[in-house]
């Protein structure tokens, strides 16, 4: 079965950096949308980040965009999320999406916290 184990939150203050990762098993192939979404406190969960494997294209959620980078290590099943010059409304439960023959899988969370 497909699992995606994340890993890499913490807590980090304002204007740090964290790099999350989502190391994917079960996959038979790699052709495959992989995004990051988050869920912060009390809230619904939303886009952050996506990739399309077909081109390598990546889109980005306006709240993020210019500080967050998503990028792949396609050999390793490995999709990762640096996030430079966090903000505390930056502070989620970070999840990693893939989508595999139109279902979505999603890894167990990450919890960020930044600190004002």
């Known amino acids: 079965q497909v699992q995606l184990v994340e890993s890499g939150g913490g807590l980090v203050q304002t204007g740090g950096s964290l790099r999350l990762s989502c190391t994917a098993s079960?996959?038979?192939?790699?052709?495959?949308?992989m995004a990051w979404f988050r869920q912060p406190p009390g809230k619904d969960r939303e886009f952050v980040a996506s990739h399309i494997h077909k081109d390598g294209s990546t889109y980005y959620a306006d709240s993020v965009k210019g500080r967050f980078t998503i990028s792949r290590d396609i050999a390793k099943n490995t999709v990762y999320l640096q996030m430079n010059s966090l903000k505390p409304e930056d502070t989620a439960v970070y999840y990693c999406?893939?989508?595999?023959?139109?279902?979505?899988?999603w890894g167990q969370g990450t919890q960020v916290t930044v600190s004002s």
């Open positions: 079960g996959l038979t192939f790699n052709q495959y949308t």
């Open positions: 999406q893939a989508l595999i023959d139109g279902v979505n899988y």
